[in-house]
């Protein structure tokens, strides 16, 4: 008869479970795989707001770092994917696949180790901004945001310049054929279209990278942040979509090759409108959005949520549905843990 009433017991809680999922809040046994998409937003205030308030000095090395790692997917992909012209040729597809199976790298070292990503930002910090700026904080100002994002733009630019210039083009990676036509051709491809198309790919290029950082930040172990934020980028790399710390790679790169362009075209042609493709992308049609449909009508962090870190506040929230459930466990439970074969009730027999 106890075993008929834990089935229905167990049937009913799980039912009640199911019901409360349709509102899409996390339940327990999730707690430590996932983050809902409202607490990826709260988080994502939580952490612009730190990357404000980061020493200018730490912004400029974090800029660099992001910038070489850039540099890193890059030239790592572009070996891979040059590598065999005959196939390049036949089937274009292939080398691209190729490519985007390699280049994530470059966002898995920003996410993990760490690094500061403008397009990234523009998500992180745009969004912390305007929610302090809604609700009157005075934590953050716009001071704080156009040093953010002058600094890691430009930091990113020579990281990724520099990345270029020494572990791509010192290292004579691309030199001879088939490399060297390969990295020649890049400059000529990416400044060879229009404002619209750019800014277009570029929109989609970093929504997708951002799509990749809520991904991250909703997984809860390293595993799963490095296959769910590799997911997008590889998505936006076989496209060939247009990425403007990419960019700051692949065209300098190509144009230390003798590449049949130059500085400027690249800035005219790529690069600005690539930046403000990017912009809308990032922050408007991913970031807005989400903040919109989940934190409009919700109040700032308050200082307690600041000082404690979302971890925290998590195993705090564990803790309550331990506490919830232990203090609502069956009979069945107390009798086999009263039961003389018990592991705990011998112990307590010893302690006694």
Avoid at 35 to 55: C, D, F, S, W, Y
Avoid at 188 to 209: C, E, Y
Avoid at 231 to 241: K, M, S, V
Avoid at 288 to 311: H, K
């Amino acid at each position: 008869m106890s075993n008929n009433n834990a089935t229905r017991s167990h049937a009913l809680h799980y039912t009640n479970v199911m019901k409360e999922r349709m509102k899409g809040e996390r339940k327990p046994f999730h707690l430590k795989t996932y983050k809902t998409p409202k607490e990826i937003m709260q988080a994502h205030i939580v952490t612009g707001t730190n990357k404000l308030l980061l020493r200018w000095d730490r912004q400029i090395l974090l800029g660099l770092l992001a910038g070489i790692y850039v540099a890193f997917g890059a030239i790592a992909a572009h070996v891979a994917s040059a590598g065999s012209p005959s196939i390049r040729a036949s089937d274009p597809g292939m080398a691209r696949l190729v490519n985007a199976i390699i280049f994530p790298i470059a966002l898995t070292l920003i996410i993990i180790p760490s690094g500061e990503l403008f397009t990234g930002n523009l998500n992180y910090c745009t969004l912390a901004i305007i929610h302090h700026y809604k609700f009157k904080t005075g934590k953050v100002n716009w001071k704080h945001w156009v040093r953010m994002m002058l600094v890691i733009y430009f930091t990113n630019f020579a990281g990724a310049a520099g990345g270029a210039y020494f572990f791509g083009y010192l290292t004579e990676l691309f030199a001879d054929e088939p490399y060297l036509s390969n990295i020649q051709s890049i400059a000529v491809t990416k400044t060879s279209h229009d404002f619209g198309p750019m800014f277009w790919r570029a929109i989609a290029a970093n929504m997708l990278v951002n799509l990749a950082v809520m991904i991250s930040t909703a997984s809860e172990d390293i595993a799963s942040k490095i296959i769910g934020s590799w997911l997008p980028i590889f998505t936006f790399a076989i496209a060939g979509f247009e990425h403007c710390v990419a960019n700051m790679l692949h065209i300098p790169l190509s144009l230390m090759y003798g590449a049949k362009s130059d500085f400027a075209t690249f800035l005219a042609k790529n690069l600005v409108p690539v930046t403000i493709g990017n912009l809308v992308g990032g922050f408007v049609m991913v970031g807005l959005v989400y903040y919109y449909v989940y934190l409009w009508d919700e109040p700032p962090p308050s200082d307690e949520d600041d000082n404690n870190s979302y971890d925290q506040q998590q195993q705090q929230q564990q803790q309550q549905q331990q506490d919830k459930s232990s203090s609502s466990s069956s009979p069945m439970t107390t009798e086999m843990l009263n039961h003389p074969s018990s592991p705990s009730y011998q112990q307590q027999q010893i302690l006694n």
